[in-house]
């Protein structure tokens, strides 16, 4: 932040706030804001932001309250904003809300100036990321003193930020109506993405779990919903609102109203251009009121150019493998946090596109696992050609792709109306490197080149062929010299005599200046190229000299000094500030005649958006398979193809498989292992072994890998053979249960109560350390009758890391489906504890907490103490430990209860209530 323009601001700002009552009055008069909303107040080159934002601002951005200036107390409105808890953006909301509090009693109310450009559209970025909503806030020009909104923006509908914003990410908005048929709960929703043109429904029946609403949020990447709650169905909206917030999705309530369909089939007409080839979708009565709610609030019909531009899609959940957010989490496969604390995701791993629109469809082939096994299969032959074909991999990450800019963007900036003379120049030289990218692809003639040509390189030859048009009119529209030499997007001065007039001018203008420029190099005695001229759209040309060179003009009063930043000291002297400004008065003449053949330049580039949308598509395909290439030929240890088995079809064999974030980080030898999930045979594995050695990686790194084969990607092993799963369902640490008020043994009560109603046959669980939340017994007996209950009832793959060393006897049990592997792991009297990370068949025989507790550094005496305890307990017969049938009992009667018609807080004492009855301890 530039400091002395910051000052300057603050200084304006707190004069004019004095100054102006009506600013005050209206600001005082603004109603509670009810959500997590952002207001900024254009102030003309800048903005300013007020109390509890200010605060929230400044802790985001400039991460101090240095930068807050105060107004006196007898400014400040009477009135505060309240934050909604849904926004699950950041604990900042309840910090700010707090000290705005001291600040205004103690200083006055806070308020900061952003200035515009870079920093305010860095601001706006950022909260955005942190799922807050943005307003922008402008004077009425019919009435002095009065403020409207000119700008407002949300998660899901960025439509009026999208010029100014660098978002990878899809914005998605989603509208849910529940309700009640046939005795079935019935979820309908509509989804839609205004910079894709695409607006998309599904009408589904859920379970108790929602699984199928968690799935849709998190495949889909939800940014935000929109919701009524429906009296009649109060209590299935709240599990609706309660399955958001676990998914980290902001929702705002409603009104009913918004979801009535009496002029959908018009509406869809003015989007679509015909409805005839989505009647089967309008039929979906729940999906058509959402999509009905999420017309109006991303305001689709307000804008002309939408008009038979959309598309309608609907979305079909069972062709994507199913993942709840305890998944996400549990494997890191998408990291919700933009500051990723988490450390190394799936998507962060496989995401080296050169694109936007690649990062984009790779975001979305993470979240969307394929279940349909040719799809698989064909996604896998294109890597496999991409790991081969090193000439061409290279060819398109070094060059061809890396100039291509966001085009998706640029498409939506065009529909809007919002796109400049720049935007065509720019999309004219992607149009003018296509040429480069379709040698590259004909070049290719290896093994899977009819598959590039057909896919890649014949659409690349029809689409530039159509482009010809565009370009001829670039060519003869646009001064492209001028573009490419000063960065002026200008209408060549040839079209009119008034245009080359005024053209003539700059020109003889711009000749003084640089004329002006080599007499100073002469006056300062340097070389003329340590002279340089640098442009801005405030000042126009200015003369800029080295830091290091700054002391040469110290002093000098003929050099008016405008600032020094950190590539040199920017300056002028008075002729050249009246050339300057004979400059651009002549820039503004030129502008002010080109507008009209702007205009139709625009007009016309615009009409080529469907060809820019399948160049988008082709472009970001192609990205994503050269990035999966890439991946799996640069990893430490070269990828392989997994072999792949239709669903409930083979099993799931890796040799020599790997995490494939842990063993990219530095200084990580990573040890491979080997599993063997057999169907009849080990379909049920027990992993035990000492803390730190290894077991939940290993595990973890069983569900990545059958992830990315279901991706279509390459696999970190030496070999793997994977059967198709619906789902993979995990139950891996307590995350952030104590900040919902859920204790850590609840929270995996209710996690594997999930797994239990919503594992198939053919699912994929991973479960780690269950039952450490209450008490060893109960927690023994806890895992004993879930690890039954897995085995006979549902007989899906699954993997059960625990410290029960007790449950190794199931495979005694149940030869047939249960087998135990081992972390290795050596002692030694003279160096303790040696971690082997290798899993070996068989279960362990010993514990090594101990051992563990001296490689952590514990004191001598607390190990002895540790020791002589252990000793005690193992010959103590405890007559507290629960029976086994109790606790199965316990199962089956968890599992029964009915919690269709149950919030959260009943199902807490339902499960409380049975603990009571079979005297299970929760501590």
């Known amino acids: 932040m530039d400091t002395s323009t910051s000052n300057d601001q603050s200084t304006t700002v707190a004069s004019s706030l004095k100054e102006d009552k009506g600013f005050t009055t209206f600001y005082r008069s603004l109603e509670t804001v009810q959500d997590s909303t952002i207001r900024f107040f254009d102030r003309k080159g800048y903005y300013s932001i007020h109390g509890q934002d200010a605060i929230y601002v400044a802790l985001l951005h400039f991460k101090t309250k240095k930068a807050l200036k105060y107004w006196a107390n007898d400014l400040a409105p009477t009135k505060k904003k309240q934050k909604l808890g849904n926004s699950s953006s950041s604990s900042l909301d309840s910090i700010a809300t707090a000290e705005e509090d001291d600040e205004e009693s103690n200083n006055g109310l806070a308020y900061l100036t952003v200035r515009d450009g870079i920093e305010f559209e860095g601001i706006v970025q950022k909260l955005f990321e942190q799922k807050q909503k943005v307003e922008v806030w402008a004077p009425k020009a019919s009435r002095v003193g009065q403020w409207e ?3 407002k923006g949300s998660p899901g509908n960025l439509q009026m930020f999208e010029d100014i914003l660098n978002i990878k990410d899809q914005s998605l908005m ?112 729940l999906a058509m009121q959402s999509l009905s709610c999420l017309i109006k609030h991303l305001d689709l019909l307000s804008n002309q150019s939408y008009f038979g531009k959309f598309k309608l899609v609907s979305f079909n959940l069972d062709n994507f493998m199913r993942l709840d957010a305890a998944t996400f989490k549990g494997l890191n496969i998408i990291s919700s946090d933009p500051t990723n604390k988490q450390g190394m995701s799936i998507f962060n ?37 991409f790991v081969n074909a090193l000439e061409l991999r290279q060819a398109l990450r070094s060059n061809d792709l890396k100039k291509i800019g966001d085009l998706e963007r640029l498409s939506k900036k065009l529909v809007g109306g919002k796109a400049t003379l720049e935007d065509v120049v720019n999309l004219y030289g992607v149009v003018q490197r296509l040429s480069v990218l379709l040698s590259s692809l004909r070049s290719y003639e290896d093994q899977g080149s009819e598959m590039v040509e057909s896919t890649f390189t014949q659409p690349l030859e029809q ?49 003084k200046i640089n ?49 020094t930043q950190k590539d040199g000291v920017r300056f002028s002297t008075s002729d050249i500030r009246k050339l300057n400004e004979a400059y651009m008065s002549s820039s503004v003449q030129y502008n002010e005649k080109q507008q009209g053949l702007v205009q139709r330049a625009l007009e016309i580039t615009t009409s080529f958006v469907p060809l820019i949308d399948d160049l988008c598509s082709l472009i970001a395909t192609l990205d994503v398979f050269a990035s999966l290439g890439h991946v799996s030929s640069s990893a430490p240890s070269p990828y392989v193809r997994p072999i792949v088995h239709p ?63 279901q991706i279509g990607c390459f696999v970190p092993a030496e070999q793997a053979e994977i059967s198709i799963v619906d789902c993979i369902l995990t139950r891996i640490g307590a995350g952030d249960s104590q900040l919902r008020g859920v204790s850590t043994f609840m929270a995996e009560m209710l996690e594997t109560a999930y797994i239990l109603k919503t594992a198939t046959k053919n699912s994929l669980i991973i479960i780690d350390e269950l039952g450490r939340g209450t008490s060893t017994y109960d927690g023994f007996g806890l895992a004993w009758g879930i690890a039954e209950y897995i085995c006979h009832q549902i007989g899906a793959f699954c993997l059960f890391a625990t410290h ?120």
């Open 149 to 151: 909104i000119i700008k």
């Open 174 to 285: 989603v509208a849910l109506r529940v309700s009640t048929i046939e005795g079935n709960r019935v979820i309908g929703a509509a989804f839609g993405d205004s910079t894709l043109k695409t607006i998309g429904v599904l009408q589904f029946i859920d379970n108790d779990h929602l699984s199928n609403l968690s799935s849709f949020l998190l495949q889909m990447g939800i940014k935000e919903c929109l919701i009524s709650v429906d009296k009649k169905n109060s209590v299935d909206c709240k599990k609706v609102m309660d399955k958001l917030q676990d998914s980290e999705v902001p929702f705002t309530e409603v009104p009913n109203s918004d979801f009535n369909t009496k002029n959908i089939e018009q509406d869809l007409t003015r989007l679509l251009g015909s409805i005839n080839n989505v009647l089967n979708e309008i039929e979906k009565e």
């Open 349 to 385: 791993l496989l995401d080296k596109c050169n694109t936007p629109m690649g990062s984009r469809k790779l975001s979305q082939w993470v979240r969307q696992p394929l279940v349909d096994q040719e799809e698989i299969e064909t996604r896998l032959n294109f890597v496999e050609i």
């Open 463 to 511: 689409i530039i062929a159509e482009f010809q048009q565009f370009s001829a009119m670039v060519e003869k529209t646009v001064d492209l010299d001028q573009a490419y030499e000063t960065h002026e997007y200008v209408i060549r001065s040839s079209f009119s005599d008034e245009l080359s007039e005024i053209h003539n001018k700059k020109q003889n203008c711009m000749k």
């Open 515 to 563: 004329q002006l420029r080599e007499k100073i190099a002469d006056d300062l005695g340097i070389d003329e190229a340590r002279v340089k001229l640098h442009q801005s759209d405030k000042d126009g040309y200015l003369v800029r000299l080295s830091r290091k060179d700054e002391k040469l003009i110290r002093g000098n009063a003929k050099y008016i000094v405008y600032g």
């Open 647 to 709: 669903m409930g079809k083979g099993n799931i064999t890796i040799v020599g498989g790997r995490h494939p974030c842990v063993e990219v980080q530095d200084n990580v030898n990573f040890i491979s292992n080997d599993i063997d999930l057999t169907r009849d045979k080990s379909t049920f594995q027990i992993i035990t072994g000492p803390n730190m050695g290894g077991k939940s990686t290993f595990i973890r790194q069983v569900g990545i890998i059958t992830l990315m084969a």
């Open 804 to 923: 029960f060393h007790e449950l190794t006897v199931l495979q005694e049990i149940l030869p047939l489906t249960v087998k135990n592997l081992h972390v290795q792991a050596n002692v030694n009297d003279h160096s303790g504890l040696t971690l082997m990370y290798k899993v070996k068949e068989g279960a362990c025989d010993q514990s090594f907490g101990i051992h563990v507790a001296i490689m952590a550094g514990f004191p001598d005496q607390v190990v002895q103490v540790a020791r002589l305890k252990a000793k005690e307990l193992e010959s103590f017969e405890s007559n507290s430990l629960a029976s086994l049938d109790s606790v199965s009992q316990f199962i089956q009667d968890f599992k029964s209860l009915d919690m269709q018609q149950q919030d959260q807080d009943k199902v807490f004492n339902l499960v409380n209530n049975l603990l009571s009855k079979y005297q299970l301890n929760l501590d």
